[in-house]
């Protein structure tokens, strides 16, 4: 790949706006998403190809051009989970088509529990790396009516659908399962096999990666009990036909806890009380990274509550066997607790990394009120405190906030956390922020701890403050403003000009912030509105910001993208917007599959390979470049984990990325078999790219 070909990033202008702040989400292999009133959009990204030379000098193409549009107003359906029960034996009975689904309320609220809203998204998450089908993360999004509904690949292997997917697409994207509001999920304990869950889930959170196919999910209703739950995809025999497999889900419950906090007394529920605050947000759940040590994984599952905030351990064996329970041990107490006043909206975010302080593993985040930033740190080891007693508000001072602590009326929409290296030592974690208005008025809409030596502002930053600042005559500014398409240079009035009456040209409200998977480019969605006039169209923008290669050789320590722990595609975006290095089997120079690899696999292969003929003719072959070639002149596309020659359809697979092909597993054992006698194994899980380690396209 050529980084000259590299599809520019611009402003992306969408036809509805968000419902809530933190309205976007960025996956580890850099996937968009992006929840408004009504609509969910995700864009997928694309890399230079060998031909988009030509396409460019036509047009120029611009980042993120493939995207999908799906309706936001998610009916919780039980047909959403027939398959899901299906996977378990369980035949769940659905309303008919012609029959109306009246959706009556769910949990245990006042109002929800008998009746809803129009079931709008408030909340969007990407899972965690390898956990869908090839290996994808899932798209999770949290609906006004309490459900969570997953969304992504869903891939059958005998169908036809897929036999002519040579790119990325939508094609294969589908409704994968749901939680809450009524859905049936299987349970073997109750009677039927499955129950329906009569809860209204308010918020929920993704662990950090753990294993191919293996994940948890915590969620919180509006009971404030918080649940863990185990979910798992991996692949079994059909029944129908034992030769076929089909890629299963399985979604369990581990662990249940109360995550009311310490103030339940009287005053945090009676809304007649003249003292009386609202509380909650679909922000309140966030695990920390995970610390590997000894065959275990540790975790602080964070979460908030009435002006407090809960960190529970959890630790489970690194042995998790697919289609099994995990081994769990959640502590029965929280490991420490903060007394705080919170909002509503207040949320919580961690460092992606564990840092060591005096040789303990300590991790790091920050609250957000969310008028305000309170770093905090948990050691993961030591001994949780002593659970203290329920009080009131009152008794610890954190019904209101504090006199003078506030610094702003302006809430935090957005917030992302620098990576931190390890080495250099800091008093807190790094990170930027951004607030709901942006104006003339107000300069305080996007802050950042970083130091000096990496504190550049990002593009999308300097935009919105020239915007804001500009100023025109009054007689322009009431004229109005095309707020989505005209981002044009108006002319501005001299500041000796009293002739005419100015004003400021452009104030916009932003609804979140985004980083890409290493941190080196951002994104922020915006509505841009005339300071003249009240606006009654319901639209917002993407805007981005990235480092170029000056920057990133600008930059060491403290901003410098990260490689490790990245996906071949998140290395690679940041490779184009990140200013990353370059990466192994994609970049330009980088490509040519290496003849002396050291792999495993590709040495088991190696005699194999030089005894290989044509299929047609019997002729020898020769290596040419990423193919092989016959003296006769048949051409075979070569594979990139063996290099074997691909002499058959349906026997490979297509990397997304580097575009080359690799056998599929089958095809392999049937190979060394063949060479070697029954029972050979072949060491490759078949599902990366051995030339690059990119996702497969099917």
């Given at each position: 790949m050529d980084r000259s070909k590299t599809r520019p990033l611009k402003t992306i202008h969408l036809k509805s706006r968000p419902l809530t702040s933190h309205a976007q989400a960025w996956s580890c292999d850099a996937e968009l998403a992006i929840a408004t009133d009504d609509t969910i959009y995700v864009f997928l990204p694309e890399y230079p190809k060998a031909n988009d030379r030509d396409e460019a000098a036509e047009e120029e193409v611009q980042q993120f051009s493939l995207s999908f549009r799906a309706s936001g107003l998610i009916k919780p359906d039980p047909a959403i989970n027939a398959q899901l029960c299906a996977f378990a034996g369980i035949r769940v009975t659905t309303p008919r088509t012609t029959e109306e689904n009246w959706f009556t309320g769910v949990g245990s609220g006042l109002v929800t529990s008998s009746g809803a809203s129009v079931c709008q998204i408030v909340r969007l998450e990407w899972s965690p790396n390898g956990l869908g089908c090839n290996l994808r993360p899932i798209l999770t999004a949290l609906s006004t009516?309490?459900?969570?509904?997953?969304?992504?690949?869903?891939?059958?292997?005998?169908?036809?659908?897929?036999?002519?997917?040579?790119?990325?697409?939508?094609?294969?994207?589908?409704?994968?399962?749901?939680?809450?509001?009524?859905?049936?999920?299987?349970?073997?304990?109750?009677?039927?096999?499955?129950?329906?869950?009569?809860?209204?889930?308010?918020?929920?959170?993704?662990?950090?990666?753990?294993?191919?196919?293996?994940?948890?999910?915590?969620?919180?209703?509006?009971?404030?009990?918080?649940?863990?739950?185990?979910?798992?995809?991996?692949?079994?025999?059909k029944s129908s036909d034992q030769a076929a497999e089909e890629s299963i889900w399985d979604?369990?419950?581990?662990?249940?806890?109360?995550?009311?906090?310490?103030?339940?007394?009287?005053?945090?529920?009676?809304?007649?009380?003249?003292?009386?605050?609202?509380?909650?947000?679909?922000?309140?759940l966030r695990w920390s990274p995970w610390f590997v040590s000894n065959g275990k994984r540790t975790a602080i599952l964070?979460?908030?509550?009435?002006?407090?905030?809960?960190?529970?351990?959890?630790?489970?064996?690194?042995?998790?066997?697919?289609?099994?329970?995990?081994?769990?041990?959640i502590e029965e107490q929280d490991m420490t607790t903060i007394c705080i006043f919170l909002s509503t909206d207040a949320f919580i975010e961690w460092e992606n990394s564990v840092c060591m302080e005096d040789d303990k593993p300590v991790v790091r985040g920050v609250i957000g009120t969310p008028f305000d930033i309170k770093p905090f740190q948990v050691s993961l080891f030591d001994v949780p405190q002593a659970s203290g007693e329920p009080h009131y508000t009152w008794e610890c001072s954190t019904t209101y906030p504090k006199e003078g602590e506030t610094t702003s009326t302006n809430p935090i929409t957005g917030v992302i956390m620098h990576h931190h290296d390890g080495l250099t030592t800091s008093t807190?974690?790094?990170?930027?922020?951004?607030?709901?208005?942006?104006?003339?008025?107000?300069?305080?809409?996007?802050?950042?701890?970083?130091?000096?030596?990496?504190?550049?502002?990002?593009?999308?930053?300097?935009?919105?403050?020239?915007?804001?600042?500009?100023?025109?005559?009054?007689?322009?500014?009431?004229?109005?403003?095309?707020?989505?398409?005209?981002?044009?240079?108006?002319?501005?009035?001299?500041?000796?000009?009293?002739?005419?009456?100015?004003?400021?040209?452009?104030?916009?409200c932003i609804w979140g912030m985004a980083a890409s998977p290493g941190g080196g480019s951002t994104a922020v969605l915006v509505s841009q509105f005339n300071t003249q006039h009240?606006?009654?169209?319901?639209?917002?923008?993407?805007?981005?910001?990235?480092?170029?290669?000056?920057?990133?050789?600008?930059?060491?320590?403290?901003?410098?993208?990260?490689?490790?722990?990245?996906?071949?595609?998140?290395?690679?975006?940041?490779?184009?917007?990140?200013?990353?290095?370059?990466?192994?089997?994609?970049?330009?120079?980088?490509?040519?599959?290496?003849?002396?690899?050291?792999?495993?696999?590709?040495?088991?292969?190696?005699?194999?390979?030089?005894?290989?003929q044509c299929v047609f003719c019997d002729?020898?072959?020769?290596?040419?470049?990423?193919?092989?070639?016959?003296?006769?002149?048949?051409?075979?596309?070569?594979?990139?984990?063996?290099?074997?020659?691909?002499?058959?359809?349906?026997?490979?697979?297509?990397?997304?990325?580097?575009?080359?092909?690799?056998?599929?597993?089958?095809?392999?054992?049937?190979?060394?078999?063949?060479?070697?006698?029954?029972?050979?194994?072949?060491?490759?899980?078949?599902?990366?790219c051995g030339g690059c380690g990119g996702k497969f396209v099917a």
């Open positions: 009516n309490g459900a969570i509904i997953a969304l992504g690949e869903h891939i059958d292997r005998q169908s036809t659908v897929i036999t002519g997917m040579r790119t990325r697409g939508f094609k294969a994207w589908k409704t994968l399962w749901g939680l809450g509001a009524n859905l049936p999920i299987p349970d073997l304990k109750e009677e039927g096999g499955y129950r329906n869950m009569n809860e209204r889930i308010q918020a929920f959170s993704w662990s950090k990666e753990i294993s191919g196919g293996r994940a948890l999910l915590a969620y919180c209703n509006d009971a404030e009990e918080i649940a863990i739950m185990s979910v798992q995809l991996y692949s079994r025999q979604i369990k419950e581990v662990f249940r806890f109360d995550g009311r906090g310490l103030h339940t007394k009287e005053d945090a529920t009676d809304i007649t009380d003249p003292d009386f605050v609202p509380h909650g947000s679909a922000f309140s964070s979460y908030l509550a009435k002006n407090h905030v809960g960190f529970r351990r959890v630790t489970m064996q690194d042995d998790w066997v697919r289609g099994q329970l995990p081994q769990l041990h807190g974690p790094h990170y930027s922020l951004v607030r709901l208005a942006a104006t003339a008025n107000n300069q305080d809409w996007y802050q950042t701890n970083l130091p000096d030596t990496g504190a550049n502002p990002p593009q999308w930053a300097g935009k919105i403050r020239k915007l804001t600042t500009r100023v025109v005559s009054r007689a322009s500014a009431l004229e109005g403003l095309d707020s989505d398409t005209d981002e044009s240079e108006d002319e501005i009035v001299a500041e000796d000009d009293e002739s005419k009456l100015q004003a400021h040209h452009s104030r916009f009240p606006e009654r169209r319901a639209v917002s923008k993407l805007l981005f910001g990235w480092r170029d290669q000056e920057d990133y050789r600008s930059v060491q320590s403290q901003e410098a993208t990260p490689a490790e722990g990245l996906t071949t595609e998140g290395q690679l975006w940041e490779w184009m917007y990140g200013g990353g290095r370059a990466v192994p089997g994609t970049t330009a120079g980088n490509k040519t599959m290496a003849e002396e690899g050291d792999s495993r696999l590709r040495e088991q292969f190696r005699g194999v390979v030089a005894r290989q002729a020898r072959l020769q290596t040419e470049g990423n193919d092989v070639k016959c003296m006769n002149g048949h051409v075979f596309a070569r594979c990139a984990s063996t290099g074997l020659a691909i002499m058959g359809p349906d026997i490979s697979r297509i990397c997304a990325v580097c575009e080359l092909r690799c056998l599929k597993v089958s095809e392999l054992i049937r190979l060394a078999e063949e060479q070697y006698g029954p029972g050979t194994k072949v060491e490759s899980s078949g599902e990366a």
